[in-house]
């Protein structure tokens, strides 16, 4: 807790000191050191100053800065040690109080704050998972983390919390990640911030160091990736790089974990005060943009709050950089303090310097600065000796591969080649577990049948729970393979190339490269598909991207498409029907994006910038993290929503209940019968009847429940769910269509009812991950209903225009 929320009377036990440069070192030497007893004299709310008694003698401070001290109170530290009952300190409480409590302080100061900081793909969530054994996803594809995570790790008795921080090329504040990286280190104000460095790619990612070396926080370098480093037979020399930087600087590579510990080290010796590398530094910038610096800086200086909370010279750059954010906050700050006068000085300061440096430099102040930190890094590196290996390199072998992967004219077929073979081998090979599954799930079905009596629980068990879950369940493996080829190709560094590849045709639909690959996920399950649309930077993009995604046909709908195209289309159209259904839900998500784009979500998109990351050999145990993450949630999906909808579906099909009737009289009578009966009218347009109703409305819940409904409706079998190949069972599919025949159901209706499969309501669990991606209720109720309304209407356009030909 704060000292500022000590009440008269308390005591606490100083803990850290937090805050920059002069205050910090003011506070310390006032005597606000760690491991210190201190007792509040008088604190009256909003009453400033408080006074304090620290070390024998009083001292008064202001509010805001008992705000920067952590404290730890006697009670705290009481609770702390009922829950560590294991370290059994034999101390008499009464006599040795102080004694215990600065004990008790000391531990948790023991807990060290860490963010990772460094540029994307650089390896920080590779580091956050080895060191805290955490799953965050690891993908060589840049802006696969947009939001912090956080997670723990120990080493050498101390605690960390690490945040692993969106990547940033930089500190400006041009894109949202480059601001809520700002904004963590200023708000959250970290102990220690490690700087994850590429170290094959040194120059450019020194780029961001030297910010952070501005912002004046305490930090440690990694240099990761010195397995490439060393094999391209790089050099540099790091001892004089380390001193150069003002900050240890530890070689390390996340992919064996080599050098974690000693990193780990050099964070603990940072923020114990013991490293001898570690100071702070200032960048020069040459004198006319010192002059400016100090010019700002004064006025900075004056506001105390403002000098407590940043490094006064790190606004001051801001500011002459022209930092929009800054500047408005400086502007709002003072304007709240109501010294206007000084408002208008200090922002006639800034002009003045940044008018000189454009006039002594002939170069903005901005680009100045950063010519200057180029500069720093370029000396520093040849002070360092840094040499580039002459052997292989990453990027040769990178380049020479995209020659012909992102190829002008091979590009693309290169691509669909891919992509046929991704879902060929999918299906084909996902066909065996598959039949493995489906004969545990009957087996399971068939026992339990056996063993239970008669009745409703019977019932819901059987037919509910095992018949719903088992029909979902048997998709997992086709799931995982189809998740394991797209994280391959995340992994390897070939995403990023399809989306490039992809980007001319996805702005035409007024999207992203980046939209593509959800769109292709979208195949396999919307579910996590919709989650992966968090690589895409732009928030409209984004949005749009969800919005269409329910039109790629997710392997749900498969089972459907195959019982309807096996029963009323003869063998030879039966692809054809299905290879349209798929066309017809690409074409609808080009016409729809289109319209949105353009109509309904306007605004100007970002600038695309998709950076090439060099391709990589990716780890196994990186690939099956991320294979199982996604399938993860497709399993949860499973345990909840398709569980839940699965009985529900189940009770409206069986109550009410009458033992006497046959299967199908009884699913007539029954509520959902009923309700099938009552939306009758609204399908008429499309030749539906009754039965076909009832099974849109059971694919609510989730779409592998749509054809065991029919089944059921129609024969009394619901094997037709588990269909999975055209091949079986013949007489099946004359049966049925027998049955559907004499109702009236046309093959022309069957298709606006494929049609109308493919197009509507994608099911609970992909509007609930629209709620949580876009946070709000808005956009998942407006793309359940949007979606249901284009169902209707183009299936309807297909029955009724087709009625004119056939
Ligand atoms: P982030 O964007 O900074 O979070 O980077 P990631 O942790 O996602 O890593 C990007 C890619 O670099 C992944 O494919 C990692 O497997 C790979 N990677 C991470 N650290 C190393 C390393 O030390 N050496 C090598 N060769 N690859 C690494
Ligand atoms: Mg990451």
New binding site residues.
């Given amino acids: 807790m704060k000292l500022s929320e000590l009440k008269t009377g308390d005591n606490g036990i100083i803990v850290k000191v937090q805050g920059h440069g002069g205050f910090r070192k003011r506070i310390i030497e006032m005597g606000f050191v760690k491991g210190k007893k201190v007792e509040v004299l008088m604190n009256a709310p909003l009453q400033d100053p408080v006074k304090y008694k620290l070390m024998g003698y009083e001292v008064s401070l202001r509010h805001q800065e008992a705000d920067m001290i952590e404290v730890i109170t006697e009670e705290e530290a009481h609770r702390l040690k009922e829950q560590q009952t294991a370290v059994q300190l034999q101390i008499n409480e009464e006599e040795h109080q102080d004694d215990y409590l600065h004990h008790i302080a000391l531990q948790q100061r023991r807990t060290i704050n860490v963010a ?1 900081v ?12 080895y060191a805290s054994g955490a799953h ?10 947009v939001d912090a995570s956080e997670a723990h790790a120990s080493f050498f008795g101390y605690e960390f919390n690490l945040v ?1 921080l969106p ?1 940033t090329y930089s500190l400006s504040c041009y894109s949202p990640e480059e601001l809520y990286v700002r904004e963590h280190l200023t708000e959250k104000t970290p102990d220690i911030v490690i700087n ?1 460095i ?1 170290a ?1 790619n040194l120059e450019r990612n020194l780029y961001l160091t030297t910010q952070l070396v501005d912002m004046n926080v305490r930090m440690v370098c990694a240099l ?5 480093f060393e094999r391209r037979g790089d050099h540099v020399d790091l001892k004089t790089l380390s001193m150069l930087f003002g900050m240890p600087m530890i070689p ?5 974990g ?1 050098g974690v510990k000693e990193l780990f080290k050099a964070v603990i010796q940072v923020y114990e005060n013991t490293s001898k590398t570690s100071r702070h530094l200032h960048i020069n910038y040459g004198h006319e943009i010192e002059d400016g610096i100090a010019h700002i800086q004064q006025y900075l200086k004056a506001d105390e709050h403002i000098r407590q909370r940043y490094s006064t010279r790190y606004l001051a750059i801001k500011m002459l950089e022209n930092d929009s954010h800054v500047i408005d906050y400086v502007e709002q700050h003072m304007a709240g303090e109501q010294r206007s006068e000084e408002r208008k000085q200090l922002m006639a300061a800034r002009v003045k310097a940044a008018a000189r440096v454009l006039e002594e430099t002939k170069t903005d102040a901005e680009t100045a600065i950063m010519d200057a930190k180029y500069g720093f890094i370029h000396g520093a590196l040849k002070e360092a000796s840094y040499k580039t290996g002459s052997k292989e390199d ?1 990027y040769h072998t990178t380049h020479v591969i995209d020659n012909v992967l992102s190829n002008k004219y091979f590009g693309l077929p290169i691509f669909f080649l891919l992509l046929y073979i991704m879902f060929e081998t999918t299906f084909s090979l996902g066909q065996y577990p598959m039949d493995w599954i489906e004969g545990a799930v009957t087996w399971l079905g068939e026992k339990v049948s056996g063993n239970m009596p008669e009745g409703p629980l019977k019932a819901m068990l059987v037919d509910g729970v095992i018949g719903g879950v088992g029909s979902v369940i048997v998709f997992l493996p086709q799931i995982l393979i189809l998740y394991f080829f797209i994280s391959l190709m ?4 070939y995403m990023a190339r399809a989306a490039f590849i992809m980007d001319k045709l996805m702005h035409k639909m007024g999207l992203h490269g980046k939209s593509f690959i959800p769109l292709i996920m979208g195949f396999g399950c919307n579910v996590p598909a919709v989650m992966a649309t968090r690589t895409i930077e732009s928030r409209r993009s984004r949005i749009i991207t969800m919005m269409i995604l329910p039109f790629m046909s997710c392997s749900a709908r498969l089972p459907i498409y195959i019982m309807i195209a096996g029963t009323f289309f003869s063998l030879q159209y039966r692809s054809w029907v299905m290879l349209s259904l798929y066309a017809v839900g690409v074409l609808m998500a080009v016409i729809i994006s289109k319209i949105f784009t353009s109509l309904v979500i306007k605004g100007e998109d970002t600038p695309f910038v998709m950076e090439l ?1 060099p391709y ?4 196994p145990k ?1 690939i099956w993290r991320h294979t199982w993450e996604k399938g993860k949630e497709y399993l949860k999906k499973m345990g909840g929503i398709i569980l839940v909808a699965s009985i529900i579906v189940w009770a409206l099909g069986y109550f009410p209940h009458n033992e006497e009737l046959s299967n199908e009289q009884q699913q007539e009578q029954s509520y959902i019968g009923r309700m099938g009966k009552a939306i009758e009218p609204i399908f008429m347009p499309q030749g539906f009847n009754w039965k076909l109703d009832v099974s849109l409305i059971a694919g609510v819940g989730a779409k592998e429940i749509v054809a065991s409904t029919i089944g059921v409706l129609y024969s009394g079998d619901d094997s037709f769910g588990d269909d999975e190949d055209f091949s079986s069972d013949n007489e099946k599919y004359m049966h049925l269509r027998q049955l559907m025949m004499k109702e009236g159901i046309t093959p022309l209706a069957a298709y606006a009812y494929l049609i109308f499969i493919l197009l509507y309501f994608p099911c609970i669990a992909t509007i609930a991950a629209i709620k949580n991606e876009t946070g709000s209720w808005r956009w998942a109720l407006f793309a359940a209903c949007y979606t249901t309304a284009v169902a209707w209407i183009v299936s309807m356009a297909v029955y009724q225009i087709g009625r004119l030909f056939i």
Wanted: glycine share 14%.
């Fill in positions: 990772l460094g540029n994307p793909n650089c390896g920080k969530t590779s580091l956050f998972n965050g996803h690891v993908g060589n594809y840049s802006g696969v983390t692993d990547g994850i590429d094959s990761n990736m010195y397995d490439e390390t590579s996340f992919k064996s080599m990453t995340e992994d390897s560094g990351p990589r050999w990716p780890t990186a």
